[in-house]
C-alpha cells in the first residue's frame, strides 16, 4: 500500500517518492507515524501474512495436475514422498527428500526399461501448491520444445509433500542423466505463488545443493516462462557437455534482457556500463 | 570420555562430549530432526548438570569432528591460543559462566581471551545460560571492524540495506536504495540478494551499486550476494566490488555442499584486499550462517546445530570479515520451530559470535511456514540490540519480494534506535545529515517530499503522470 493511498491524518508523513512503486513490488515509501509504520500500512501487512500462512497448508490437486498435462500431451505418473501429511512434512525434511518404496519400485518398473531417459521431470507441490498449479504446466509448454526431440525426456512425475531431493530419487529410480524439479518455493507476503526450478546431474541419493543449479521465482510479475524455459534449457545442454551441474556450471547466458532490465528512468544521467561476456 | 550425572534415583550416561553437548542444548526441532536431543526435559537438565563440570580444556583433547577428517577442526585447533588460555585452564564450563557474568570480565578481559575460547567452548557455555545472561555478556564485548566507515562502536546499531528485487531490475533495486537510504538504512553495507547468478547480471549489478555509492557520495560499502567463484570471475572482469560474500558453516563437508573450502576464500579475500577500495579500513569479507545448515547438508557429524553453528564462526574470523550476519529464522520449521527457538537461537548466535570477536549481526526473520509472526521479531529485535548487537536488515516494510520471508524493516531499525538512543555508523550519521535526512538530533528529518540532496539526482515528477 502506498502512502498516497493513506488517508488524511495530520499525524501520518506521506513520501512523495512512493510513486517509485511503479518500478518495483517492494514496499517502499511507505509513510511513517512518528518512525513507525503507518495502521493502515500495518494491517495490511498482517492480511498479508495470513494469506501466505494459508497458502502453505493448501493440498496440491494432483489430478487436475495431471488433467492439465495430458490436455499438452504430456504423460504423467504421481508419486507421493515418504511425508505423509503437511505437518510432518514441515518438520521432517528427511521424509520429504525420500520417494516411496512403492513409488520407487513402480518408476523402475514402468518406466525405466522404457528407454534410455535424458531427462526426467519432477513437479512437486513443495511450499506452495499454488505455484505448482498455475506455472507447471505453462512453462512445460515452453521449455519442452527447447528439449525435444535432442533429448528423450521421460513422462512427468507428479510428487505431493516433496522437497528438492526428491527428484534424486526419482531420476535414479528412471536412470536418467538429469532430473528438472519444478517446486512451489515458499510463499512471500506478495507473491504466494513462486515457482522454482532445480537441475541436477547424475540424480542420485545423497546429492548436495552444491550440485545443484537454480532458477528461482518463475512467475509472469517475476521470471516469466520464456525467459526461464531459455535459461533452464541453457543450462541443460551446459550440463550435458560439461557433465556436470552445480556450483562450476555457470549461468552465462544472455538471455535476460539486460537493456530493458538495467534502465533507471528516475535516475539524472544514468547510465551503467555495458558488460561484454568474454 | 564419558559422562553422567545423578538426580535421585536416575543416573544419566552420556558416550561422549558431543553427544552431552547435544543433550544439554535448549529444546529446537532441529536437533529432534537429527536424533541427537535429549529424551525428556530431566535429562536436559542432567546433561547440562553433567556439562557445567566439564573442564574447558576438554575440548581441546576431545574434538568433536575428527582433526584428520575435518579442516574446519584443523582450523580451530591449530588458531587456539595456549598463552591466552591460560587464565581459562583451570575452569570447567560452569565456573566460565560465572566468569563471563563477573565484574572480572570486563570488555578488555572478554578482548583477551578470544582466541582462547574454541567454538564448542563458546557453545557449551551458552547452553548453561539463560536470555539476559546471553545478552549481558555479549553486551560487554566490544568488537569494530571498518571498510568505508566503522561498525560496532558503542552505542551503534548498522543496518544492511537489502534492495532485492525478483527479477534484479536495476530501477527496482534503485528505488529500494533510495527509501531506504531516506529512512536511515544502508551504513553496514547495501547488499542485493541477486535472482539469478547470471555472471553479467552480478557484474551490472556490482556497477550499480558503485554508481550509487559513488554518485551520492556515501560512506558505506557494497555487496552482491553471490558464491564466491562468481565474486572471484567478476573482480577478474574489472568488477568493482567491495566486500566478497559467502555462506559458510562449522564442517568440511556443509562447506563442500556450498560448494567451497577454506583455501577458496583465502583466495577470494586476496583479490579483494588487492582492489584497496576501503578508504577507512580492511575487511574485505561478508558472510551468512544460520543454525540448522550442517544437519540440512547431512554434514554435521552427530553434532548438535548450535555448536555446530559456533563452529562456522571460526571459519569466519579467520578472514577477518567486516560483517558475519546470523541468518537465523530463514531455514524453516523442522530446524527452528516457532519464535521461541527463533529468539534464542539469535542471541546464542549473536553471543557465540561476539565472544570469538566477530562483528555479529542478525537477520532476524521469519519464514510463512514457521510459528512465528511479527510480535516475535519485535522481541529478538529489542533484546538484540540490548545485547549491543552490530547490525540488522533493512528491507521495505519487511517484506522481501526476492527470497519470500519477512525481516526486519526500515521502519524496525528506527525504532530500535529510538528506544535504545542508538546510532549508525558515525562517517554514516554525518552522512545523513549533511543530506538532510537526518536531524542533528539524530531523529528522522524527512518530510512527505524529497531532501534537496536527492532532487538533484532523482526526477520524481515525470513519474506522476505516467
Request: proline share 5%; with cysteine; hydrophobic share 40%.
Given at each position: ?17 512512493s ?19 503507518p495502521?493502515?500500512?500495518n ?10 500462512r494459508?497458502?502453505?497448508l ?105 522437497r ?26 506478495s507473491?504466494?505463488d ?11 541419493r ?73 | ?14 558416550a ?35 556439562l ?99 561498525i ?41 540478494n ?15 551499486l ?27 572482469q ?40 576501503g ?21 554435521h ?15 569466519a ?59 516475535d ?79 538533484k539526482?532523482?526526477?520524481l515528477?515525470?513519474q506522476?503522470?505516467?
Amino acid at each position: 500500500m502506498a502512502s498516497d493511498d493513506l488517508p488524511e491524518d495530520k499525524h501520518l508523513i506521506r513520501n512523495d517518492w512512493s510513486v517509485l512503486r511503479e518500478f518495483t513490488p517492494a514496499r517502499i515509501g511507505l509513510g511513517r507515524a512518528g518512525t513507525s509504520l503507518p495502521t493502515r500500512v500495518n494491517l495490511q501487512f498482517q492480511l498479508d501474512h495470513a494469506r501466505a500462512r494459508d497458502a502453505v497448508l493448501a493440498p496440491l490437486d494432483v489430478p487436475g495436475l495431471q488433467m492439465q498435462l495430458g490436455a499438452i500431451g504430456l504423460a504423467s505418473q504421481a508419486v507421493k514422498s515418504m511425508a505423509h501429511d503437511r505437518h510432518t512434512y514441515l518438520q521432517r525434511p528427511d521424509l520429504g527428500r525420500t520417494l516411496q518404496s512403492t513409488d520407487a519400485r513402480l518408476l523402475r518398473e514402468q518406466w525405466h526399461g522404457k528407454a534410455p531417459w535424458d531427462i526426467a521431470i519432477l513437479v512437486a507441490d513443495g511450499l506452495s501448491s499454488l505455484a505448482v498449479e498455475r506455472h507447471a504446466v505453462p512453462l512445460l509448454q515452453r521449455l519442452l520444445p527447447l528439449l525435444q526431440p535432442q533429448y528423450r525426456v521421460a513422462p512427468v512425475c507428479v510428487a505431493e509433500q516433496g522437497r528438492v531431493s526428491l527428484g534424486d530419487d526419482v531420476g535414479e529410480a528412471l536412470q536418467a542423466k538429469l532430473v528438472l524439479v519444478l517446486i512451489g518455493e515458499r510463499p512471500g507476503l506478495s507473491s504466494p505463488d513462486s515457482l522454482g526450478i532445480y537441475l541436477t546431474w547424475q540424480p542420485r541419493r545423497g546429492r548436495t545443493d552444491a550440485d545443484r543449479n537454480c532458477i528461482s521465482n518463475v512467475r509472469p510479475e517475476g521470471l516469466d516462462y520464456a525467459a526461464a524455459a531459455q535459461t533452464c534449457a541453457y543450462l541443460v545442454a551446459g550440463a550435458f557437455k560439461a557433465g556436470l551441474s552445480g556450483v562450476q556450471l555457470k549461468d552465462q547466458s544472455r538471455v535476460l534482457e539486460n537493456t530493458a532490465l538495467n534502465a533507471i528512468p528516475f535516475l539524472a544521467n544514468h547510465s551503467l556500463p555495458t558488460i561484454i561476456p568474454e | 570420555m564419558n559422562f553422567s550425572t545423578v538426580l535421585g534415583h536416575q543416573t544419566y550416561h552420556f558416550a561422549d562430549l558431543k553427544t552431552l553437548l547435544a543433550k544439554a542444548s535448549p529444546a529446537r526441532s532441529g536437533d529432534y530432526l537429527a536424533g541427537i536431543a535429549a529424551a525428556t526435559r530431566e535429562e536436559r537438565v542432567a546433561a547440562q548438570w553433567a556439562l557445567a563440570d566439564v573442564p574447558l580444556a576438554a575440548f581441546l583433547q576431545n574434538p568433536l569432528i575428527p582433526y584428520e577428517q575435518d579442516e574446519v577442526t584443523r582450523l580451530i585447533l591449530d588458531s587456539h591460543d595456549p598463552d591466552s588460555f591460560t587464565i581459562l585452564n583451570a575452569m570447567t564450563v560452569g565456573d566460565f559462566r560465572n566468569w563471563l557474568l563477573s565484574d572480572a570480565a570486563d570488555s578488555n578481559a572478554l578482548t583477551a581471551i578470544r582466541k582462547a575460547v574454541t567454538p564448542e567452548m563458546a557453545a557449551a557455555v551458552s547452553k548453561l545460560m539463560r536470555v539476559q545472561d546471553l545478552i549481558l555478556v555479549a553486551r560487554k564485548c566490544r568488537v569494530t571492524t571498518a571498510f568505508r566507515n566503522t561498525i560496532g562502536l558503542p552505542g551503534c546499531l548498522s543496518t544492511r540495506l537489502q534492495p532485492n528485487h525478483p527479477t534484479d531490475s536495476a530501477a527496482g533495486i534503485a528505488a529500494s536504495i533510495v527509501d531506504g537510504l531516506l529512512y536511515g538504512n544502508g551504513d553496514a553495507v547495501i547488499g542485493i540478494n541477486p535472482a539469478t547468478d547470471n555472471i553479467q547480471q552480478v557484474t551490472t549489478l556490482l556497477h550499480l551499486l558503485d554508481d550509487f555509492i559513488s554518485r551520492f557520495e556515501i560512506p558505506t560499502q557494497s555487496c552482491v550476494l553471490t558464491h564466491v567463484t562468481n565474486s572471484l570471475l567478476a573482480m577478474e572482469q574489472g568488477a568493482p566490488l567491495d566486500l566478497v560474500f559467502q555462506s559458510i558453516a562449522g564442517s568440511e563437508a556443509a562447506n563442500r555442499s556450498f560448494g567451497i573450502h577454506l583455501d577458496m576464500l583465502k583466495e577470494a579475500r586476496q583479490a579483494a584486499l588487492e582492489l584497496k577500495r576501503g578508504t577507512v579500513g580492511n575487511n574485505v569479507m561478508y558472510f551468512e550462517t544460520g543454525q540448522g545448515s550442517a544437519l540440512s547438508a547431512n554434514a554435521h557429524h552427530g553434532v548438535d546445530q548450535q555448536t555446530m553453528e559456533a563452529r562456522a564462526y571460526a571459519v569466519a574470523r579467520a578472514f577477518d570479515p567486516l560483517l558475519v550476519n546470523t541468518v537465523v529464522g530463514f531455514i524453516g520449521p523442522e530446524y527452528l520451530y516457532d519464535g521461541k527457538q527463533i529468539i534464542r537461537a539469535g542471541l546464542e548466535d549473536h553471543f557465540c559470535g561476539k565472544l570469538l570477536g566477530l562483528p555479529m549481526g542478525c537477520d532476524i526473520c521469519y519464514t510463512n511456514h514457521v510459528e512465528a509472526d511479527q510480535d516475535d521479531m519485535d522481541m529478538l529485535l529489542t533484546q538484540f540490540a540490548v545485547a549491543g548487537g552490530t547490525f540488522i536488515m533493512g528491507i521495505p516494510g519487511s517484506d522481501d519480494v526476492m527470497l519470500n520471508y519477512q525481516t526486519t524493516s526500515f521502519h524496525d531499525a528506527l525504532y530500535v534506535r529510538q528506544v535504545l538512543g542508538l546510532k549508525p555508523a558515525p562517517e554514516f550519521e554525518r552522512w545523513l545529515v549533511r543530506n538532510g535526512i537526518f536531524n542533528e538530533t539524530g531523529g528522522l528529518a524527512t518530510g512527505a517530499a524529497l531532501p534537496d540532496s536527492f532532487q538533484k539526482w532523482l526526477r520524481l515528477e515525470q513519474q506522476h503522470g505516467q
